[in-house]
C-alpha cells in the first residue's frame, strides 16, 4: 500500500513546492483536485485535457519526486435540482474522467450527489427516515426517478474510458453508508465503487472495519481516505452526533475529523490496513486534513508517522507454517 495525500490543503503553494513537500515527508501518491469543492488549485482540469505537452509535465514533476497520481477528485453535486448547477457539476465529472484516461490514472473521486425531494423542489434533500410517509416517496423519487438513471449513464461513460469512479460515502449526499454504496454499484456498473473514508462512518456508528469486509467481498473498493474523527461524547450524550454546529465551534460539536491518531489509536489503523489487505486492496490511503485543531503540514506528518508503521511494504509471503 501507498501513503497518499489530498493534495488541497497546500493548494496555497505552487504543486513543484508541495511535491518536493510531500517527497521529503515519506508520501508516495497524490490525489490531485480537478474541480468542485476541492477546487483546481494545482491542476487546471481543462487545461490539460488541451495539453499533452503539460500532462507530460506534470507527470514527469511528480516523477521526479517519486509520486504517482492515485486519483483525480471532484467532488461536486452533479443530480442538483439546479440544472444549472447539476451541469455545471456534470461536466466536471466527465472532463475528469477523460482527463485521467489520457494521465493514465484509474480512478476519479467523487460524491454521489443529492437530488431535490421531489420535482419542482430547489434544495437538495437528505432523506434519513422513512416517516412520514412523504419521506419515503421523496427518498424513492430520488434513487429510481434521478439518481440510478444518471448513475448508469455516467458509469457506462467511464466503463468506454476504463477509469474507475470512486463515489465517497457522505452524509448530505444520497449515498452515505455502504448499503447504499453496495445499492449504486448493483443499479449501474462496477466502474462505479467507493473512496472509503472511515471518518464519515466513525460517526454514523458503523464499524469500520466491518464495512470495509461488507464492501470488499463485492470488490467495491476503488479507492481510500486515512482521515480520522472522534466523538465527543460529553456533547453527543446530550444532542447526538447529528450536529449543524459550526465545524469552527470546536468545543461545542458532538464530533470533529481528526488528524490520523487522533481519533483512534494506531492498533485500529493497523486493524484498518489489515482488513483492506483481507479483501484485496493495496492502493493508496489518501490522507486528506481537515482537523481544524491543527495546521495543515503538521496533520499531514503526523498521519504519515502513525501510517508509516502500519502499512505494509511488502507482499504478503507464504504460509509455511501452515503447509
Known amino acids: 500500500m501507498d501513503i497518499g495525500v489530498l493534495t488541497v490543503p497546500l493548494g496555497g503553494e505552487p504543486i513543484e513546492d508541495a511535491a518536493a513537500y510531500l517527497d521529503s515527508v515519506g508520501v508516495d501518491a497524490v490525489e490531485l483536485g480537478v474541480g468542485g469543492w476541492p477546487g483546481e488549485d494545482h491542476v487546471d482540469r481543462q487545461a490539460l485535457l488541451d495539453d499533452e505537452t503539460a500532462r507530460e509535465d506534470l507527470l514527469a514533476l511528480l516523477d521526479e519526486h517519486g509520486l504517482r497520481i492515485s486519483a483525480l477528485a471532484t467532488h461536486n453535486n452533479p443530480i442538483h435540482p439546479d440544472e444549472e448547477r447539476a451541469g455545471a457539476a456534470d461536466r466536471e465529472l466527465r472532463e475528469a ?19 431535490a425531494g421531489a420535482p419542482g ?10 416517516w412520514p410517509t412523504e419521506h419515503a416517496d421523496a427518498h424513492e423519487y430520488q434513487w429510481d426517478e434521478v439518481a440510478i438513471p444518471y448513475w448508469r449513464d455516467l458509469a457506462n461513460y ?5 477509469v474507475d469512479v470512486a463515489v465517497e460515502m457522505h452524509p448530505n449526499m444520497l449515498v452515505y453508508e455502504p448499503t447504499g454504496m453496495l445499492a449504486l454499484r448493483e443499479a449501474t456498473n462496477e466502474r462505479i465503487g467507493a473512496n472509503f473514508d472511515p471518518s464519515h462512518l466513525y460517526w454514523q ?37 447529528l450536529d449543524t454546529t459550526s465545524y469552527t465551534e470546536e468545543s461545542d460539536r458532538s464530533w470533529l475529523f481528526r488528524s490520523i491518531g487522533y481519533g483512534h489509536d494506531e492498533a485500529h489503523w493497523k486493524d484498518v490496513v489489515s482488513a483492506l489487505r483481507m479483501v484485496g486492496y493495496e492502493g493508496a490511503l489518501s490522507i486528506e486534513h481537515e482537523d481544524s485543531l491543527t495546521s495543515s503540514r503538521e496533520g499531514v506528518e503526523k498521519a504519515v508517522d502513525v501510517l508509516d508503521r502500519a502499512v505494509f511494504a511488502t507482499e504478503p509471503g507464504d504460509a509455511y507454517w501452515a503447509e
Do not use: Q
Open 97 to 115: 474522467i477523460e482527463l485521467a484516461d489520457r494521465l493514465g490514472v484509474d480512478t476519479v473521486t467523487c460524491f454521489s450527489g443529492l437530488p
Open 121 to 130: 423542489d430547489s434544495t437538495p434533500n437528505w432523506v434519513t427516515a422513512p
Open 158 to 162: 467511464a466503463a468506454r474510458h476504463g
Open 205 to 241: 456508528g458503523i464499524d469500520v472495519t466491518e464495512a470495509i469486509r461488507f464492501l470488499g467481498e463485492h470488490d467495491a473498493i476503488h479507492h481510500v481516505h486515512a482521515k480520522d474523527a472522534k466523538v465527543y461524547d460529553s456533547n453527543a450524550r446530550v444532542k447526538g452526533v
